[in-house]
């Protein structure tokens, strides 16, 4: 499997709704991220958790990290129709972090 | 604030043919990075530059494909010639500062399509 692998793959919620997926990397990292890439977009970046953070809050995201598993969650609680979209772990790895790898991403319906 | 440009937005060339991309980063960031998804693939990390210096190049497929920053300002990455498993998105990214943990501030990708 790859490195900053979502699960699932596809999630399909009504509005209101909470979303929440998963992400799973392998090695060790500095940072993790996730983006939001709206159909024929770039990507936005939504919010970036620290090796040596557990849990990160930003408006209706929560982000939790667990080195242990080497796993994370996103979740979005009272979805809205806009958030329709693909998102995406990207671990940063290197002395900075920089060097991001993606995993295949979770595409997100939210039915109005 | 503008934010990261590319410039085409869509590419369509025939295989064994040239095609040069082009990012303008936000200003002011030194840092560009260049990732590309081929189809049904994760997105995958090119390279990185710091101002005109490449810091890490490690992701280039193969010496078909040449990125520049000349003066640390906009970035191109030709490919010659184009191959078939060449297609796919192209994105281009910017972060401000290094040594830290930043925000890469995306393109909206370029889609070569290689025929």
């Known amino acids: 499997s790859q490195q900053g692998e979502e699960d699932p793959q596809a999630l399909s919620i009504q509005e209101g709704e909470n979303a929440t997926m998963n992400c799973s990397y392998k090695?060790?990292?500095?940072?993790l991220q996730w983006y939001r890439q709206n159909s024929g977009r770039g990507l936005v970046h939504l919010i970036l958790?620290?090796?040596?953070?557990r849990e990160k809050h930003s408006g209706r995201l929560r982000v939790t990290l667990d080195t242990s598993k080497k796993s994370s969650s996103l979740l979005i609680t009272a979805s809205r129709a806009a958030d329709t979209a693909s998102y995406f772990c990207?671990?940063?790895?290197?002395?900075?972090?920089?060097?991001?790898?993606f995993g295949g991403g979770t595409r997100v319906l939210v039915k109005p | 604030e503008a934010g990261v440009t590319q410039f085409p937005s869509h590419s369509v060339i025939e295989k064994g043919q040239t095609v040069t991309l082009r990012c303008d980063p936000i200003s002011g960031h030194d840092n560009l990075y260049w990732y590309r998804r081929v189809m049904g693939k994760e997105i995958k990390f090119l390279l990185h530059?710091?101002?005109?210096?490449?810091?890490?190049e490690s992701g280039m497929p193969n010496n078909r494909f040449l990125a520049e920053r000349t003066g640390g300002t906009y970035s191109t990455l030709k490919v010659q010639p184009a191959e078939l498993e060449d297609s796919g998105v192209y994105f281009c990214?910017?972060?401000?500062?290094?040594?830290?943990?930043?925000?890469?501030?995306f393109g909206p990708g370029t889609r070569l399509t290689v025929l």
């Open positions: 990207a671990t940063g790895r290197g002395a900075a972090g920089n060097k991001l790898t």
């Open positions: 090695t060790s990292i500095n940072n």
């Open positions: 530059f710091v101002k005109e210096s490449k810091q890490d």
């Open positions: 958790i620290r090796s040596n953070e």
């Open positions: 990214a910017s972060s401000p500062r290094q040594g830290t943990y930043n925000e890469q501030f």
